[in-house]
């Protein structure tokens, strides 16, 4: 093993993966030897304990991504609180430890009134905003047998500082902050009843209420609903209409100042960055709707985005080389008259110039001359090449 694998290793061992804080372990051997050091003064070691009570609610209520960024926040916001020299650890899923050396009590009991002051306030998490119950409790040690265990039980029976909890979703956050009535509101976008309403009940068990259904799922019923509902987040299938109106009424909403949220099966790359070009802030699969929903929204509406800059860049540089390499494909046939992109399209069809010139009335020779024409400004040799072109071009008698 190199010398950075065993580094790695070590490091796993004592540290917690998730907020990098040093684990419950290696904060009891840290005590073990600051008692050590400390010899005849232990009264001078103190272990802060710190929980949010109720995380398994925060957990339930908004899934467990959001649960984890609590946590980040709060260890870091531990480790920005503590003097140089103190020791802050996760000590379970909930629960936090601080040591202190060379504290006396009152001092200990200020650092924890510190502690419990910085994440006893509102942590803005994007979509929620968690002001968690907090439970600050502190031990002292008295005499040389003091040990990690004795101190984390004293902890818990000892003095404790208990915070409140107030969770407000983003939906709400806004009428508080600013004292107004103000409400967040969801539009659903779905030719399928049935999803369209598991996404509504889904949203409502989260406790957001105002959720409506776009009965017409056109251009001009999706925007009608927009403008009569006042939605500031959409909910859209983008399979509507085999992708391209889904799309097109993401570019819709957008355009009206809608933060967009794109339901969808597919993941290939060039259609992620369609749906980014298109406007979309979120995107939700499909076959993980239910647990996604909240945590997709929380980052479109933060402006987290469905990928990091760097890569939300190389994607649209992808789906734009995409878009000019066909439209450079397509070049050639612009020179084309009118008739002349008929005659093509009949071949495309299979007919022969025999056919085509039977089947409208024209003369063969007309259709024989058309034909060089299109061979010539297509700059192929043969009816079969031109077809080819045309096919791989997607070409359309449209166009």
Known sequence: MTTLGRADTAAA??????????NRDALAERMRQALTRLGRRPESLSLIRVDLDGFAR????????????LLVAVAAALTAAVRPGDTVARLGSDDFGVLC????ETEALSIAERLRNAIGKPIDL????????????????????DSFDSLLDGAGRGLYFAGHTRRRPWWQRAAEDHSSSLETRVLIVDEHRLAAEALMLALQQ??????????????????????????HV?????????GET??????????????????????????VATCLEAGAAGILDKSKASDQL????NDAVIGRGVARPADRDELLEIVRSQRAEAQRRLTPFAALTRREKTVLALMMDGRSAEGISREHNVSLATVRTQIRAILQKLDVKSQIAAVALAVGAEWKATD
């Not at 002001?131 to 031990?139: H, K, L």
């Not at 209420?209 to 019923?221: C, E, M």
């Open 58 to 69: 925060i957990n339930e209520d908004f899934g467990r991504v959001i649960g984890d960024r």
């Open 126 to 145: 994007g979509l929620v905003s968690i002001e968690a119950d907090v439970i600050v409790s502190v031990a002292h040690a008295h005499d040389a047998t």
């Open 101 to 104: 050396e060379d504290t006396s």
């Open 246 to 271: 889904g799309v097109s009424l993401a570019r819709l909403l957008a355009d009206m100042g809608i933060v967009v949220v794109l339901v969808t099966g597919r993941h290939e790359s060039e259609f």
């Open 294 to 297: 909240m945590v997709v929204l």
């Open 206 to 231: 989260h406790g957001v209420d105002h959720v409506a259904l776009a009965r017409h799922v056109t251009h001009q019923g999706v925007r009608a609903a927009a403008a009569d509902f006042g939605p």
């Open 234 to 242: 959409a909910v859209l299938d983008s399979d509507i209409g085999g």
């Open 13 to 22: 061992a004592t540290h917690d993966p998730l907020t990098g804080l040093l």
